[in-house]
């Protein structure tokens, strides 16, 4: 006896007929409410009425023949029942196939994109309806219930699942996706993992900048230009055009000349032009991550709409921080270079930010254009103004880019219910943002470091800042 229940019972509750285990439902782990997130609207009750009438008769059998036993009658009745409900549920978990039709997706930050995916009933009957459970982990985790209605034998079917990219670069796998199938009464539901290879790669969210005002425009002798690139004696070559006065006769193309029949010259990149140098802050100190918030993905995303903006307005762009120094460059080329780089960054340095600023801070060239990215956190104002100064003697443009670590505590303060020990350790970390001298208020010591200043607070871009500080200086 015990064999048999081995055999009926043990392999029908615990994994589906091709072998995968079966798992807890979606809404009994974490992630999901305690409840049932929704609601089955679409339970199939397309039990054959040949089998229906069957055990009908049986109940009607065993309540009439044993009248004394008719409670159980009903109970093994209901027992039959269970019997085919649970082996109608078993099969149904090895009856869907799911196949991702795109496996590799390219989409910025906060931008939506569907998961495409064709499922197909596998068995020679029907396929009762069911769920499936979807879950990207990107920077916010987000989790898609999608119901898939009865599929006909070996029918096929494409579904779309949209996500949001939510605000955070980086490479974000999609593994597997949970199925949940029902028998033909929808009581008895089953939980199996299909596994699917779908990657996603967020890059940065492109955010509109408005120019950046220059007062070191075509000082640097590097070549790159900014508001146009006019000719020049470098050697890198921009292309052809018509003879304007004040050409040289050098530089006249006769072979093309000769095919127009007006005179064409070889027009060349001028060699005074603008640098720009970005000084990214890395400290961990200076990470907050609360509902949605990253203060690292704002500094990530403020580093990487400098650089478009920058090489816009044709400037030579270099990376500095505490990994790597990257060469000067520009166009696409060197955007998606410096990109990558940017996505893969992570807040692993315990180096003061001002030490960092030191350290580095002969490779400023004259009259060019430094940029330092940090946090407002944790560092010595003394050794920063110095390091701003030695900048201005050499005739540096500084336009600071301070991440507001204050008014990300203050978001936190207000919408999380914090105990006595949350409270303390939150006003040892005001402590930390307002200690830098005497208690002043860091706004106002962003403002002294420099009047360029662009202070940064939870959910804002730098482009709204940077356009909101132009309209407050005109």
């Not at 478009?308 to 696409?332: C, H, P």
């Given at each position: ?51 229906v009438a069957w055990i ?112 955070g670069m980086g490479i ?182 001002e030490v960092f600023l ?117």
């Amino acid at each position: 006896m015990r064999n048999i229940f081995d055999e009926l019972f043990d392999k029908w509750l615990v994994a589906s007929p091709d072998g995968r285990k079966f798992q807890p439902m979606p809404w009994e782990v974490d992630g999901f409410s305690a409840k049932r997130p929704l609601v089955f609207y679409d339970r199939p009750y397309g039990m054959p009425a040949v089998a229906v009438a069957w055990i009908l008769f049986l109940m009607a059998l065993f309540s009439f023949v044993f009248h004394i036993a008719v409670a159980g009658g009903f109970a093994i009745g209901a027992l039959v029942v269970w019997i085919f409900a649970c082996r109608d549920s078993w099969l149904q978990s090895a009856s869907l196939s799911i196949e991702p039709l795109t496996t590799t997706f390219r989409v910025q930050e906060r931008e939506t994109f569907n998961l495409c995916f064709k499922v197909k009933n596998l068995r020679s009957n029907q396929l009762n309806s069911c769920h499936l459970f979807i879950k990207f982990d990107g920077a916010v985790k987000r989790h898609q219930v999608f119901c898939i209605s009865a599929l006909a034998q070996n029918e096929g079917r494409q579904i779309d699942v949209a996500f949001n990219a939510d605000a955070g670069m980086g490479i974000y796998k999609l593994s597997e996706v949970q199925v949940v199938t029902f028998d033909f009464l929808g009581i008895l539901p089953r939980c199996v993992y299909h596994e699917v290879d779908v990657t996603v790669e967020v890059l940065p969210e492109s955010q509109a900048m408005p120019p950046i005002s220059l007062h070191v425009a075509g000082k640097t002798a590097h070549s790159g230009i900014i508001e146009a690139r006019l000719s020049g004696d470098s050697a890198s070559f921009l292309g052809l055009r018509p003879f304007r006065n004040g050409d040289s006769i050098r530089r006249i193309n006769w072979k093309k000349t000769e095919r127009f029949n007006s005179l064409i010259v070889r027009d060349f990149e001028r060699l005074s032009s603008t640098d720009a140098t970005i000084m990214i802050d890395q400290r961990s100190v200076g990470l907050f991550d609360f509902d949605g918030l990253n203060s690292f993905e704002h500094l990530k995303d403020a580093v990487m709409s400098l650089c478009r903006s920058l090489m816009n307005q044709r400037l030579r762009v270099r990376l500095i921080t505490s990994d790597f120094v990257t060469d000067f460059g520009k166009g696409d080329q060197f955007f998606e270079y410096v990109s990558e780089l940017v996505r893969d960054l992570q807040p692993n340095s315990i180096e003061r930010y001002e030490v960092f600023l030191t350290r580095h801070r002969e490779l400023v060239a004259p009259d060019s254009l430094v940029i330092p990215v940090f946090c407002a956190i944790d560092m010595d104002l003394a050794s920063l103004s110095e390091t701003f100064w030695a900048w201005d003697t050499i005739h540096s443009q500084i336009m600071p880019v301070v991440i507001d670590i204050p008014s990300f505590d203050q978001r936190i303060a207000k919408s999380a219910n914090l105990d006595a020990n949350e409270h303390r350790d939150l006003t040892f970390l005001r402590q930390l943002y307002s200690g830098l001298n005497g208690g002043e208020p860091y706004e106002n010591l962003a403002r002294k470091l420099s009047q360029a200043s662009i202070v940064i607070g939870p959910g804002e871009s730098i482009g709204q800042v940077y356009e909101r500080n132009s309209r407050w200086s005109r």
